[in-house]
């Protein structure tokens, strides 16, 4: 197996390029597909991006399923952004309301969280390095694509729906986490290896609370501008 290379390894030029080439993709991607709107080609270059996204989740999850790389504490496709990219995905080749609510208020008030404290191997000489960072890049601008190209406006009901699956999410995930010892979803009883928000938020159980609360209130802090932007 692969020598991992910790957060703390990963150099801070390093990192900042990353978060940079995440931007630029998403600035392209939408600019890209401003244009196709305006010549009525759009929906054959999103189902283009959706496959695309779909097909980099799939390499991604072989990678880990390799018998070399799999761990059954982290290799299963649970954690929020691998559902993330399958949502993603389908607000691409199909949009609809549903989707493209999950899109806004999760991919980028908790995908962004990737790329801010990145996680797992971030050694540039992986194969898994490039995949993370493609994969994450991929679900942030779609995401941003959705909203400034094919132009989503979040409305209360939304909101709602968006906070009921971050519950669901929680109660499906957590009794796998305490059963087996796992951290999918990083709401177990384990500290990721490298620092994230979460070191700040108290001892588990506790600080559970404390990480449902905080996306629910930065989720609704999202909607507001929406919510203002009508009167």
């Known amino acids: 197996m692969e020598n991992a290379m910790t957060y703390h390894e990963i150099t801070p030029f390093l990192h900042a390029s990353m978060v940079l080439f995440v931007i630029v993709l998403a600035i392209f991607i939408s600019i890209a597909g401003a244009r196709l ?18 097909g980099l989740w799939i390499a991604y999850n072989i ?18 952004c691998d559902f993330m990219a399958i949502i993603a995905s389908i607000s691409l080749i199909k949009p609809n309301k549903r989707t493209s609510a999950l899109l806004y208020f999760c991919a980028l008030a908790l995908t962004s969280q990737a790329i ?37 406006r979040p409305v209360f009901k939304d909101y709602l729906f968006v906070v009921g699956c971050d519950l669901l999410y929680v109660a499906l995930i957590l009794p796998l986490d305490i059963i087996f010892g796992w951290n999918y979803g990083f709401i177990g009883n384990i500290k990721p290896d490298t ?15 404390w990480m449902v609360g905080l996306v629910v209130i930065v989720q609704f802090i999202m909607y507001l ?3 203002w932007r009508k009167h």
Request: no cysteine; proline share 10%; net charge positive.
């Open 63 to 80: 990678y880990y399923f390799l018998p070399a790389n799999f761990k059954l504490d982290t290799s299963l496709p649970l954690h929020v």
């Open 116 to 152: 801010i404290t990145p996680t797992g191997n971030q050694d540039p000489t992986t194969f898994r390095f490039w995949l993370f960072w493609f994969l994450h890049g991929g679900i942030i601008s779609a995401a941003i694509y959705d909203l400034v190209v094919r132009s989503y």
């Open 225 to 227: 501008p929406w919510k």
């Open 195 to 209: 620092p994230t928000i979460i070191d700040a938020l108290g001892p588990w159980p506790q600080r559970l609370i």
């Open 37 to 54: 709107k305006r010549t009525g080609h759009l929906q054959p270059f999103s189902k283009g991006f959706g496959i695309s996204l779909l």
